[in-house]
């Protein structure tokens, strides 16, 4: 729950013409944002969009326009250019008026604020006098820089490459309306910085694996962290005026001097004679500085982790993701020192998770939602943990400096525990399903690809407004823990149980007419029959292709084993089935109409062909379940119905080596043996570890797996 304060912050990024984005909304929370997506989705993208319109001096190229709009503004230039109907006089004034009509990388960002907001930076840039709308809104445009005019002519007159004249983008800054509209230009770009506190901490630290080149460097971030503590300035100046006053009483500088003088007056007296004898006499003096001594400090100062009994590990004997840890804390506390409640305040971490172990991700998730107060206070053995990790920064040095301890304990999680957060944004990006799942479902945005040259950002905030009371709580329980590996997939496929898990990713993993959807990231999620269905909003927002593969579980009755094949097939139809799942998509109970469903529609139920339910049918011999299905073909058998007796059933079972109960009568079926079937998982261990599936591949199984990869 959010600390009822105000506080400055973006309410909105649209995005136009950048890389993969070429129109698109971000929504960001007023505390924490996700953006969770997989490798080469765009993620990485955002982070450097932001970081090109909050910091000064960094900025966007030509090759940061999309795709689609790059190849527009060629063609453009490139028709001009090739056009032999015109004079070179009529192709300067053409390319030169061609730059306002060419595209642009366009963001426009919302700034919300709340009427207790210390307004004062801001208060120039109001263009909306709506008195319900409390917003500033800014545009950043990277646009093609003009180029001069003897360079557009030597290109056409030395018929050089034209697109060298578009190769350059140069940034223009406006606040405007919600609408992008009434601009006006903001012609000092850094006062528009002046008004973010933008820190970003990118995935490719400079931490590693390596004692040599993790060499101390906490220890330096460390001091990073209270450089501009007061208690830490006079610190330092105490220790310099203590060092000197003991340099002036040993008279150091005297006897380095008449040292420094015999060791190489030879050398001096040499030199003397190539400038006429003119040299000056050569000292030393020992007097130190501030920014010496800082220098100093950070070579001594080493972080040390403290074990039970007393034992000491340095810093570069400490694991790799708990050092990253540590490392994540000492950027937010240094992000947390430049805070400004006149300033819209954001921490931007890229893919923290990296080296960090999930339990870890579970520590650092939780910190950040205390110290910006995006969620209730934790229950304090929620935070045993990270208040260990925080309470080992120590120091190893030659020197006493309880200055710098004391600052250091300050930012101990025991401190951060007692102080009333401070309210800013952070924006993760994350490819972590563990770091996902930490986040509640409103906070977290997805990037999908679309194609290789565009991506998708889907609000799941926008996706829990639309739903019912009970599908939202339905949603926010399971998502969790079961829904959460969707959103970093290519594809999905949803099934009942755990023996339809081993079977399909056995078939994925081995069978070469799945190749390719061996080379794709499939998301396995266990749904069971009755809650498969509630899963198909979410599957249709996010736009994933997905197969649904369920029991079709009509009605059995214990004497169908006395009846006929032929007359048991014509009851079955005129059944009910129990399966919600298949009734809520085909809506029907009937087997008949299930059946005839299936066959108009192909199992492809969605008006967007995104998901296929797949199920039993005539074509697996009338089975119910996928064991039945499976035996019918491992048998070779018509139906599940067909009659077999004890003898061929037993020896059947022996010859395959199956988990399954032979018959003790005379006369006994299919769906009569798997009826009895208690150890399903059991039953398809026996078919995988005997090689058996090769031949007993049920239809709508192989007839599901081959709509995936298409």
Do not use: C, F, Q
């Given at each position: 729950m959010r600390v009822d304060e105000p506080m400055?912050?973006?309410k909105k990024i649209k995005v136009k013409n950048f890389r993969k984005f070429h129109n698109t909304d971000l929504q960001m929370d007023a505390t924490l944002t996700a953006i969770a997506g997989s490798n080469n989705a765009g993620k990485t993208s955002i982070v450097e969009l932001m970081s090109s319109i909050f910091t000064p001096g960094k900025s966007l190229s030509v090759e940061d326009i999309s795709y689609s709009a790059r190849k527009d503004d060629i063609q453009r230039i490139q028709s001009i250019f090739n056009d032999e109907s015109i004079s070179d006089d009529e192709k300067l004034e053409r390319l030169l008026e061609v730059y306002s009509f060419l595209n642009k990388?366009?963001?426009l960002v919302s700034i919300e604020y709340d009427d207790d907001d210390n307004l004062h930076l801001f208060s120039d840039y109001l263009s909306d006098y709506d008195p319900q709308k409390k917003n500033y809104y800014f545009i950043i445009e990277f646009e093609y820089k003009i180029a001069k005019l003897k360079e557009i002519q030597d290109v056409i007159i030395k018929n050089k490459n034209v697109e060298e004249l578009f190769s350059s983008l140069e940034s223009i800054i406006y606040y405007c309306d919600e609408n992008g509209e009434d601009r006006i230009k903001i012609k000092n770009k850094d006062v528009f910085y002046n008004l973010f506190n933008f820190h970003c901490v990118y995935a490719l630290r400079r931490l590693s694996d390596t004692s040599e080149e993790k060499q101390s460097f906490l220890s330096k971030r460390l001091l990073k962290t209270v450089e501009n503590n007061e208690r830490w300035s006079n610190g330092?100046?105490?220790l310099v005026e203590d060092i000197n006053e003991l340099l002036i009483e040993k008279d150091l500088s005297s006897q380095m001097d008449a040292l420094t003088i015999d060791t190489i007056k030879q050398t001096l007296f040499e030199f003397s004679k190539t400038n006429g004898g003119n040299t000056g006499k050569l000292g030393i003096d020992f007097r130190l500085e501030n920014q010496d001594i800082h220098k100093v400090i950070l070579e001594f100062s080493k972080i040390y982790f403290e074990q039970d009994g007393g034992g000491k590990i340095k810093e570069q004997k400490q694991g790799l993701g708990y050092s990253n840890l540590i490392y994540l804390l000492l950027e937010t506390q240094i992000f947390?020192?430049?805070m400004d409640s006149a300033k819209v305040n954001l921490l931007v971490f890229e893919e923290p998770e990296a080296h960090l172990h999930p339990q870890m991700e579970n520590i650092f998730i939780q910190y950040l939602n205390r110290i910006n107060g995006s969620e209730e206070s934790?229950?304090?053995?929620?935070?045993?943990?990270?208040?260990?990790?925080?309470?080992?920064?120590?120091?190893?040095?030659?020197?006493n400096f309880d200055v710098y301890n004391e600052v250091a304990t300050a930012s101990s999680m025991e401190e951060v525990n007692k102080e009333k957060p401070q309210l800013f944004q952070l924006f993760i990006t994350t490819h972590s399903s563990e770091m996902a799942k930490l986040i509640k479902l409103s906070r977290v945005r997805v990037i999908r690809p679309q194609s290789h040259i565009e991506s998708s950002v889907f609000d799941l905030e926008q996706f829990l407004i639309g739903l019912e009371p009970d599908e939202v709580q339905f949603y926010n329980k399971f998502f969790q823990f079961n829904m959460i590996e969707m959103i970093f997939a290519d594809k999905v496929i949803l099934f009942e149980g755990d023996a339809e898990r081993l079977l399909i990713k056995y078939l994925v993993a081995t069978d070469k007419n799945y190749r390719s959807l061996a080379s794709q990231y499939i998301s396995y999620i266990q749904v069971g029959g009755a809650y498969a269905h509630n899963y198909l909003k979410i599957i249709k927002y996010l736009?994933?292709?997905?197969?649904?593969?369920?029991?079709?579980?009509?009605?059995?009755?214990?004497?169908?084993?006395?009846?006929?094949?032929?007359?048991?097939?014509g009851e079955v139809h005129l059944r009910e089935v129990s399966n919600q799942t298949i009734i809520t998509i085909t809506g029907h109970k009937i087997v008949k109409d299930i059946y005839n469903f299936q066959i108009s529609k192909k199992g492809v139920f969605d008006a967007n062909n995104l998901i296929c339910l797949k199920f039993q049918t005539f074509k697996d011999g009338y089975a119910r379940t996928l064991e039945d299905a499976i035996l019918v073909n491992l048998f070779d058998k018509r139906t599940v119905f067909t009659k077999v007796t004890r003898e061929e059933m037993n020896s059947l079972i022996q010859t395959n080596k199956l988990c399954l109960a032979g018959s003790k009568g005379s006369i006994t079926s299919i769906r009569d043996r798997i009826a009895k079937l208690s150890k399903k998982t059991d039953f398809m261990y026996s078919l995988l570890e005997n090689e058996r599936l090769s031949k007993a591949i049920p239809k709508y199984i192989e007839e599901g797996l081959i709509w995936l990869q298409a």
């Open positions: 400055l912050r973006i990388i366009t963001v330092l100046d105490k947390k020192d430049k934790k229950e304090a053995n929620h935070l045993t943990a990270l208040t260990a990790i925080s309470s080992s920064y120590n120091l190893i040095s030659s020197y736009k994933i292709k997905t197969l649904l593969l369920s029991d079709l579980d009509y009605e059995y009755e214990d004497d169908d084993l006395k009846k006929e094949a032929l007359s048991l097939i």
